[in-house]
């Protein structure tokens, strides 16, 4: 039997993982210098700089036991920390956490938040009672929430507006959104966000950066990864998997895993049958440039993860992150680590701009909400991501059901991996459709 996985991020480190663990022996083949996609994790002059994924939950279970197979069972910590909503000319903060002891112990600071106006919190009950039924419904740990399948093509800008108004859309759906996906919730289904709610029991990070634990797997089968050798072209013939074309011709194989984003696919297969590339076309993903900024002293509080700027503030950013307080090995004691993104629709002429423009233009940006922001950081770092964040659009979510109960072995020996099969976009689900693909191979015994 031999497998060739295309990718060699979240999704395809999990899945070599796997089928190493049952000794199946795999080819991996990454087009970029580097693993991890968009996982990645570096420390530079004490700073550790989180390009990609930062977060997981504590109730996802895959994450947990690769980071126990790996030896790292340590350095995935509980985090607890304040967001703030920004109103009035400052952030009002709130302690982030559905955890009922920690908000009791902040229940002063959480009665006296007024990150929202007053005459929103009508607005807000409406829409409460319009999705708190189905945040409930939602079991720890799933990342299917196929119970959400009938709002599958309701915008979560349409359902905010219906179920509560501007203050719902413009405070709750435009900030959570923006913050989470880099998107917009026009271009979001209300499924996503519903989703992410239901998934906030506590947020966990690996002290070391979320790219430790692809950077750990990529060192324990590197023997098995090739970097820098893109797949040109997964060859079928008679809707079966012959193997893919590189530069140096055809590597033929029994089964080859796509743990690439839709968007790569659809390249990389131009063989798919309809079944297949129709619901691929209909995954999105937000864009953006994602700035750090190292700095010599701290802009924000004990515990401040950052705050959410509402979209009415006409900001490019939908926010401003303090990577330095998620633990000590991200900035050195004193310093900081500040960070944000062009999101939306903004991200699109902005994305045009020189690096050095643009990186003045998000630095005065940001002396707008933080005025203590210098106009030379101590070090400033970069990542561009043309598709960062899965978004979810309306009709994607009934797709890739539709295509993973009825269509998934239309090609066979071949798999898709990636963020975009789960409803919520992460890494957890990223891996976990690696594991999929892995698994499904195993039990074909091909």
């Keep these: 039997m031999r497998v060739i996985i295309a990718g060699a991020g979240a999704a395809g480190l999990a899945a070599t993982h796997m089928l ?78 559905a955890n009922i002891l920690e908000q009791l112990k902040n229940l002063p ?7 929202i106006p007053f005459t929103a919190y009508p607005q807000v009950a409406r829409f409460g009672l319009a999705v708190l039924p189905r945040v409930l419904s939602l079991k720890p740990g799933d990342l299917a929430c196929e119970q ?17 108004g501007e203050k719902v ?23 996503h966000m519903i989703a992410l709610m239901g998934a906030a029991h506590g947020i966990r990070i690996f002290k070391h950066g979320m ?43 029994d089964h080859v895993i796509c743990a690439t984003t839709a968007g790569v696919a659809r390249k990389i297969i131009p063989g798919l049958p309809d079944t297949i590339r129709k619901p691929l076309e209909t995954v999105k993903y937000s864009s953006t440039t994602h700035f750090l900024f190292a700095l010599e002293k701290k802009l924000l509080g004990e515990k401040w993860l950052g705050f959410v700027i509402p979209r009415s503030a006409g900001s490019f950013l939908p926010g401003i992150g303090d990577s330095g307080c998620k633990s000590p090995f991200f900035a050195p004691e004193g310093a900081d680590l500040l960070q944000t993104f062009t999101y939306g629709r903004h991200d699109a002429e902005l994305s045009k701009l020189p690096p050095g423009e643009l990186k003045r233009k998000v630095i005065k940006e940001v002396q707008k909400y933080l005025p203590g922001m210098p106009d030379e950081p101590y070090m400033t770092e970069h990542a561009r991501w043309d598709e960062a964040i899965c978004l979810q659009p309306p009709g994607q979510f009934p797709a890739i059901v539709c295509l993973k109960k009825n269509h998934l072995n239309d090609v066979k020996g071949l798999y898709l991996a990636g963020s975009y099969m789960y409803l919520i976009s992460c890494m957890e689900g990223a891996m976990t459709s690696g594991y999929d693909a892995a698994r499904a191979i195993i039990e074909s015994g091909d």
């Design 148 to 164: 959400l399948f009938d709002l599958g093509d309701t915008s979560a800008a349409d359902f905010a507006m219906q179920h509560g």
């Design 169 to 191: 859309l413009d405070y709750l759906a435009c900030t959570l959104l923006g913050l989470l996906t880099l998107g917009e919730p026009e271009e979001i289904t209300i499924c």
């Design 109 to 115: 600071e959480t009665v006296m938040f007024r990150g």
């Design 20 to 97: 190493k663990k049952h000794g199946i022996d795999v080819l991996v083949m990454e087009s970029r210098s580097e693993a991890g996609g968009r996982a990645r994790s570096y420390e530079k002059d004490g700073f550790t700089f989180d390009v990609g994924a930062q977060f997981s939950e504590k109730q996802w279970p895959l994450t947990r036991d690769i980071a126990r197979d790996m030896e790292m069972d340590s350095d995935l910590i509980p985090f607890t920390f304040k967001i703030g909503i920004w109103r009035n000319g400052k952030p009002h903060p709130v302690y982030a956490t």
């Design 211 to 253: 790219g430790s634990l692809t950077a750990a797997l990529y060192e324990r089968y590197k023997d098995s990864i090739r970097l820098s050798t893109p797949v040109q072209e997964i060859v079928i013939d008679n809707k079966k998997v012959r193997g893919v074309k590189t530069e140096d011709g055809v590597i033929e194989a």
